[in-house]
């Protein structure tokens, strides 16, 4: 899946990459076989999407947020759990940071309906 987004990144496609984006962040929670952490996830999901979407209208934000599933990769596969959770704790901050400005009522990006991101 990962690699798969790359190429959509690489190839400048926001919405296939949020797509999919989405349903990685959805596997990662399903794996954990807690329905009430899965419907909270869906919850919550279904109202960052668009937050998440924009946060990578910037291509080094993007770009960012790439390097960063790359580090989380690395870390997943060594096993290394402290680096996993500093990635993931920067991640998060980071992502906040990719958005700010929905919050700060800065000028608003031109982009695709919260509905254009869901896979139905």
């Known amino acids: 899946m990962h690699l798969t987004m790359v190429k959509h990144f690489?190839?400048?496609?926001?919405?296939?990459?949020?797509?999919?984006?989405?349903?990685?962040?959805?596997?990662?929670?399903a794996a954990a076989g807690n329905d009430v952490l899965m419907?909270?996830?869906?919850?919550l999901q279904?109202?960052?999407?668009?937050?998440?979407?924009?946060?990578?209208?910037e291509k080094r934000r993007w770009a960012e947020a790439v390097g960063e599933h790359e580090?989380?990769?690395v870390a997943l596969n060594s096993r290394n759990a402290s680096a996993?959770?500093?990635v993931?704790?920067?991640h998060m901050s980071l992502a906040f940071e990719r958005v700010r400005y929905l919050f700060d009522g800065q000028q608003k990006r031109q982009s695709h309906s919260p509905?254009?991101?869901?896979?139905?």
């Open 71 to 73: 580090e989380m990769i």
């Open 10 to 29: 690489n190839a400048g496609e926001r919405l296939e990459y949020s797509k999919l984006n989405q349903a990685i962040h959805s596997a990662i929670v």
């Open 46 to 57: 279904a109202r960052v999407k668009r937050a998440r979407f924009e946060g990578h209208g």
């Open 88 to 90: 993931l704790g920067r």
């Open 39 to 43: 419907a909270t996830h869906e919850m």
């Open 84 to 86: 996993l959770a500093e």
């Open 115 to 120: 509905a254009q991101l869901d896979d139905r």
